[in-house]
């Protein structure tokens, strides 16, 4: 692992949490959560049958507009979760803040215990700071493969993706095929930006993760993200060691 230290100066509060709600901007987003809210009615009504449509919820930002805007307007779509092991305290306090505002319970998969054990046993307990071969083998056993089995007889998922947040997702499509998974996968926020993002969140007063006032733009597993200073890209902080054409944990990559 190479200790990369940023010299940016840090700021006392974040800004980018706390934007600026002029009535453009509001309006913007207006309009882009009418334009969400349209996309996940239409998938509804072609994949929404027998529970066929899902969508991840890692409790960024971005999947906390996506949770508001299904459990606000009580579509049916069915949310859940993945929980690694190694989450910040914070990611589980904000899961409580949810199931207890929308009155819901949220549908949580763990992975195999056994797969997590013969990991550790055999490269060590934070072997992913040592290679992206080995960082890559730890996502898929803690997240790969149990997203697997959520989306096991599932037609379409939703995601909180936005082209905006790394190299690996510009060009990111509102609908595409998951050749990796085998079904169709929706990213209703592709064309959003950061502030819209946060604007939303202000103007309905929606929960989320209380690391994002700490500079923590994105967040994964505990071990593996950091905060990042003014002026830095918001996926600095994920996987910091690494080059970042290689940010992805497998959930996300498509295959060629």
Request: with cysteine; charged share 25%; hydrophobic share 45%.
């Given at each position: 692992?190479t200790?990369?230290?940023?010299?940016?100066?840090?700021?006392?509060?974040?800004?980018?949490?706390?934007?600026e709600?002029t009535d453009?901007?509001r309006a913007?987003?207006?309009?882009k959560?009418?334009?969400a809210l349209?996309?996940?009615?239409?998938v509804v009504?072609?994949f929404g049958?027998?529970?066929?449509l899902?969508?991840?919820?890692?409790?960024g930002?971005?999947?906390m507009?996506l949770t508001d805007?299904?459990?606000r307007?009580?579509?049916?779509i069915?949310?859940?979760?993945?929980?690694?092991g190694?989450?910040p305290?914070?990611?589980y306090?904000?899961?409580?803040?949810?199931?207890?505002r929308?009155?819901t319970r949220?549908?949580v998969?763990?992975?195999?215990s056994?797969?997590?054990?013969?990991?550790?046993?055999t490269?060590?307990?934070?072997?992913?700071?040592?290679?992206?071969?080995?960082?890559?083998?730890?996502?898929?056993?803690?997240?790969?493969e149990?997203?697997?089995?959520?989306?096991?007889g599932?037609?379409?998922?939703?995601?909180?993706?936005?082209a905006?947040?790394s190299?690996?997702r510009?060009?990111?499509?509102?609908?595409?095929?998951?050749?990796?998974?085998g079904?169709?996968?929706?990213?209703p926020?592709?064309d959003w930006?950061?502030?819209?993002?946060?604007?939303?969140?202000?103007?309905h007063?929606?929960?989320?993760?209380?690391l994002?006032?700490?500079f923590?733009?994105?967040?994964?597993?505990?071990?593996?993200?950091r905060?990042?200073?003014?002026?830095?890209?918001?996926?600095?902080?994920?996987?910091?060691?690494?080059?970042?054409?290689?940010?992805?944990c497998?959930?996300h990559?498509k295959?060629?």
């Open positions: 692992m200790g990369a230290v940023s010299l940016l100066r840090p700021a006392a509060t974040n800004p980018a949490t706390r934007p709600l453009a901007l913007a987003v207006a309009a959560s009418a334009a349209a996309l996940l009615r239409d009504a072609e049958a027998n529970g066929e899902t969508f991840a919820n890692s409790f930002a971005e999947d507009v805007l299904i459990l307007e009580a579509l049916p069915e949310i859940f979760s993945l929980d690694t190694r989450l305290g914070e990611t306090t904000l899961i409580g803040d949810v199931e207890r929308y009155a949220l549908k998969f763990f992975p195999q056994d797969a997590v054990e013969t990991y550790v046993r490269h060590g307990m934070n072997a992913f700071y040592d290679s992206v071969e080995l960082r890559k083998a730890c996502c898929h056993v803690r997240k790969v149990p997203l697997r089995r959520a989306l096991a599932k037609k379409a998922w939703i995601t909180g993706l936005r905006a947040q190299t690996t510009t060009g990111l499509p509102l609908r595409e095929f998951d050749d990796g998974n079904l169709v996968k929706l990213n926020l592709s930006s950061e502030t819209e993002v946060w604007a939303y969140i202000r103007m007063e929606v929960p989320y993760n209380a994002h006032d700490q923590y733009p994105s967040i994964g597993c505990a071990p593996c993200t905060a990042v200073a003014l002026g830095e890209d918001v996926r600095a902080g994920r996987w910091w060691w690494e080059d970042p054409a290689s940010k992805e497998g959930l990559v295959k060629g």
